[in-house]
Every structure is written in structure tokens, then in C-alpha cells.
């Protein structure tokens, strides 16, 4: 019930296209919906981030999807370009201090 | 970065040795975490701190122990490193509204 289950592992998509990423959480005491950006050698950076009253948030280029009923909540990349090439995590946090992480998502971008 | 920083940034050490890897703040936070980070699992929590003296175990907390006897350090301490315990070690603060802010991460290599 703690888990966050992340979709896809990898992903490849052209340059200018749509990058989709899934997660699934199972807890509904989990209030906060934050994605982070990890280029290599880097620490996780805070992208954006969602709670559960609105279904949807976008930041430029970027926005999070969230589905309440579904307890499904994703990342959508607009316009996808090379600079995005990195690893994602989602995760979800409780009100209780607790974060858990999605496995990752590598995002590659062809040029 | 939110201020945070970690030290060493690189390590090699033989196993059987004990090692302690920094965590310094400058904000203020009363929360701080200390993580690993391995391919195919992501990122999992080891302990994380409610305060100075304060602590508490995370997932994976054997082998590890930490302290903190000051707001702005947090230490985690591998008394007896063990090969499975090469890693990336991530420390992270929490912010606001429950995010957490990562340092820039410490590559740990045990021989």
C-alpha cells in the first residue's frame, strides 16, 4: 500500500514530441504529488508538484495530470527537447513526513 | 540547491571500514533525510531527523547509523562498510509544503 508504481521505465521520444509519464499510488492518505528532474551526476531537482483538489497543474512545458478515483497521477513534457533528457521520479507524500519514490522513468530525447 | 551540501563528494574505501558522510544545511530545516540511490530501485530512505537528537529509521537502515547534534548536520555513519553498500547517498531537506530539496550527492565505492 506504500508503493508508487512508475511507468514507463525508459522512454525515447523525438524532439517536439509529447513525453508521457505514468504513476499509480494505492495509499489515499498520500495529499502531495511532486515530480523531480535527475541529470547525471546530479541531485533529484523539485519540477512541479500537485495536490489531490485540482486535476491538473502545468508549469511551461510541463504538466501533471492527476486522477483521484483512478489514483493515478502523471507528467506530461510538451514540445520535448534534448536539454530534457534526464531521469524522472514521481513520488507521493502523506501528511504524517513520509515521501515514497517511484522507481524512475530515463527520458531520452533524439535530436 | 536550497542550500545544502554534502561531503565527500567521492569516496573509496575498502570494506570492514568505518565511513561518515556530511550533511550541512544553512536554512534552518528541521527535517533532514538521508538517502541511497541504486539502479532499479530508485531512491530509498536509510533514517531521516525531526530535530536535533531526533531520529528515526527508514527502509533500508541496516548498517547505517546517523546523528545529528546540530540543525544544520546530519552525519551518517557506515560503522563496518560492506560492498553492497556502494552507492550514491543522497541527503535532502523538507520544505514547506512536505517537498524535499536534494544536495548534490556523494558516490561511495567499496572495495
Known amino acids: 500500500q506504500q508503493q508508487v508504481k512508475q511507468s514507463p521505465q525508459s522512454l525515447i521520444v523525438q524532439k517536439g514530441g509529447i513525453s508521457i509519464i505514468n504513476c499509480a499510488y494505492e495509499n489515499t492518505a498520500f495529499d502531495y504529488f511532486p515530480w523531480y528532474q535527475q541529470f547525471p551526476g546530479k541531485g533529484p531537482a523539485l519540477l512541479i508538484a500537485i495536490r489531490p483538489d485540482v486535476s491538473e497543474k502545468k508549469e511551461g512545458r510541463f504538466t501533471i495530470s492527476f486522477n483521484k478515483s483512478a489514483k493515478q497521477f502523471s507528467l506530461h513534457i510538451m514540445d520535448s527537447q534534448p536539454g530534457d533528457s534526464a531521469t524522472y521520479f514521481c513520488?507521493?507524500?502523506?501528511?504524517?513526513?513520509?515521501?515514497?519514490f517511484g522507481k524512475g522513468t530515463r527520458l531520452h530525447i533524439l535530436p | 540547491d536550497a542550500g545544502i551540501t554534502q561531503s565527500p563528494r567521492h569516496k573509496v574505501t575498502e570494506t570492514g571500514t568505518p565511513v561518515t558522510l556530511r550533511c550541512h544545511q544553512t536554512?534552518?530545516?528541521?527535517?533532514m533525510y538521508w538517502y541511497r540511490q541504486d539502479p532499479g530501485h530508485g531512491l530509498r530512505l536509510i533514517h531521516y531527523?525531526?530535530?536535533?537528537?531526533?531520529?528515526d529509521k527508514g527502509e533500508v537502515s541496516d548498517g547505517y547509523s546517523v546523528s545529528r547534534s546540530k540543525t544544520e548536520d546530519f552525519l551518517l555513519t557506515l560503522e563496518s562498510a560492506t560492498s553492497s553498500q556502494t552507492s550514491v547517498y543522497f541527503c535532502a531537506i523538507k520544505g514547506s509544503y512536505n517537498e524535499q530539496f536534494f544536495g548534490p550527492g556523494t558516490r561511495l565505492t567499496v572495495l
Open positions: 536554512e534552518n530545516h528541521r527535517y
Open positions: 513520488a507521493a507524500a502523506s501528511r504524517d513526513d513520509k515521501i515514497i
Open positions: 531527523s525531526y530535530g536535533v537528537k531526533d531520529t
